[in-house]
Every structure is written in C-alpha cells, then in structure tokens.
C-alpha cells in the first residue's frame, strides 16, 4: 500500500526554484526578484534554469535587460502563485497563536546595518513564531558579554569559543563604490584616476586601501584627500551621500549597487577578504537551527 501511494504522489520541483520562478515572473525581471529574496542575479537564473529542466520546458523568453513569460510559464505560474500563497496562509495560521520564541543573533555593527537587518522581513515572513534580537559587537565571540544564540564574523581561527562549531558561510570581496554624480564629475577609467577623489577609510579596517593600491600595482597612489570613520557603515553612508569612493565589502553594497545609489568604477579590481562563518551556541535555542538554515539559504547556489 506504502508503494502504491508512492508511486500515485507526484514528484515535487525544487522548491526553492520555485519560489524564484514566481517572483520573477511576478516582476518580469529577474533583478527585481534578486532584490525581493535578497540574492543575486545570477542566483535567479540559475534556479529558473533548474526549474526549466526539471519540466522540460522554457518559462521565459530572454532578450537583452528583458524577460517574458511564454505561454507555458503564464500556465505554470498560474496555478503556482495561488499555491505558494496558500502555502504561506497555512504557516501563518498554525504559528499565529503559537508562543513567541526568540533568536539572538551576535553580529557586527556594520554587518548587522548592511546585511542582517536588511533581510530580516523574509525570515520573519518565513518563520512568524520565531522573533529575532539582534546584538551588535565588536569584540570576538568568546569575549561576548550577552548571551547569544548564534553569532557571524569573518575568519574562524581566532575568537570563537572552542565549544562552538564554526560553519562556513559568506565568501567576499572588496571593491570601489561611490555615487554616479562623483564618478561623473571625474571619471575612474583606471586606479590612478582616483588620484581626484577623496578616499573614505574604517578606523576597524584601516589596511584596505593600502592591500588594494599594492594589489593592483599603485601603492604610491595618493588620493585629492582623505576621511576617516570609526566603523564601516559610517564609512558606506558616507559614500552614499557623495563624500568620496570607499573600498567596501560586496555583501555590504549589494543593494545600493542593485538600487543605482552607488556605481562600481573598477569592478574588475576586488579585493579577496576573509570569509563570513556563523557559529551557534552550545546551550543555543532550537530556533536557532531554523535561522542557521535560513543563513545558509541566502547564499546564490553554487555553479
């Protein structure tokens, strides 16, 4: 009976790509749905051409900066959008009523402003019983004076408790951002062109610059000028309100590139940076595992 079941259940499609597919489709732009679930391009259509060959069919058409449904992905989405929200409506109406429960998430400033809180409305939308607190710090994770439940920072050789397992998490990279009004007023075509801008520097990572300037042969690179900020989110303000060009972490600007806010003058020159790992407390709340889940999702697919 068990095997006949089985064999009667359909098989499922990636849910996940899925998920992708609706929200592009819904936007009819595979940027706007990036924007929406917080991932990259790239990681869009990757799950739609996952999705595609698991039916055997195209969903889109693709053209230059466009993207349209064919007929089968207007039929395909049509019976999946009223699915997925009824999915959501069933979540929402089991945990509703059910106690709240918390996470305490330990994180740095900047990252916190930039990356965390950012995407806090879909972990929320996607677990409504689960609260998130999230606690900002400078210091490492084993010299934390608040209870946390899980805790994110780069590197996992130093300042993590030896009863936490560090996992692998967020792969990054450096690079030049500022407004388009400042690149306009005096082009950076190559990295002497920053001679005429002011270069915004993090007290918390003052070496950057000199890495970058010796990275791509410039190390006697002298800037019109210099502003100095005790941590980096003051430093990303900075450039958005137009002060000058910073050397900023890509999972920090993102959405400020993605929005126009910020330009990328030299994106071929990056800086490699230490990797993001996450952590989760020993005595941590089983909430936590669901938010280490989630963490894990945000990242775009490998190739």
């Not at 929320?124 to 805790?151: K, L, N």
């Not at 560090?166 to 030049?176: N, R, S, T, Y």
């Not at 000058?244 to 929005?259: I, K, R, T």
Request: aromatic share 8%; hydrophobic share 50%; charged share 15%.
């Amino acid at each position: 009976m068990r095997e006949k079941i089985a064999r009667m259940t359909p098989r499922l499609p990636p849910l996940n790509a899925v998920r992708a597919f609706a929200a592009a489709a819904r936007h009819q732009s595979f940027t706007l749905a990036a924007a929406e679930l917080f991932v990259t391009h790239g990681a869009i259509s990757r799950q739609v051409k996952a999705l595609e060959e698991f039916l055997g069919v195209a969903l889109f058409e693709r053209r230059v900066r466009q993207v349209s449904l064919t007929p089968e992905g207007q039929r395909f989405f049509a019976e999946v959008a009223p699915a997925l929200a009824q999915i959501g409506a069933a979540a929402q109406s089991l945990m509703q009523d059910a106690p709240a429960r918390t996470v305490t998430i330990n994180v740095r400033p900047s990252f916190a402003v930039r990356w965390v809180i950012p995407r806090l409305p879909a972990f929320v939308a996607q677990f409504p019983g689960i609260a998130p607190q999230v606690v900002t710090s400078t210091v490492p994770p084993d010299q934390a004076s608040e209870h946390f439940d899980v805790a994110i920072r780069r590197g996992r050789t130093t300042g993590w408790p030896t009863s936490i397992a560090v996992q692998p998490f967020l792969q990054d990279e450096a690079l030049i951002v500022g407004t388009p009004a400042l690149f306009a007023s005096a082009a950076v075509a190559e990295p002497r062109g920053l001679a005429a801008h002011v270069l915004l520097w993090s007290r918390s990572r003052p070496d950057d610059w000199d890495h970058w300037k010796r990275q791509v042969g410039t190390p006697r690179l002298r800037p019109a000028g210099q502003l100095q900020f005790d941590h980096l989110h003051f430093v990303l303000q900075a450039a958005i309100d137009g002060l000058g060009f910073a050397l900023a972490p890509a999972s920090l600007v993102s959405h400020d590139l993605a929005a126009g806010r910020l330009v990328c003058p030299l994106p071929a020159l990056r800086l490699p940076l230490t990797r993001h790992y996450y952590g989760l407390a020993p005595d941590a709340a089983p909430e936590a595992q669901c938010f280490a889940q989630w963490l894990q999702a945000q990242l775009p697919p490998l190739d």
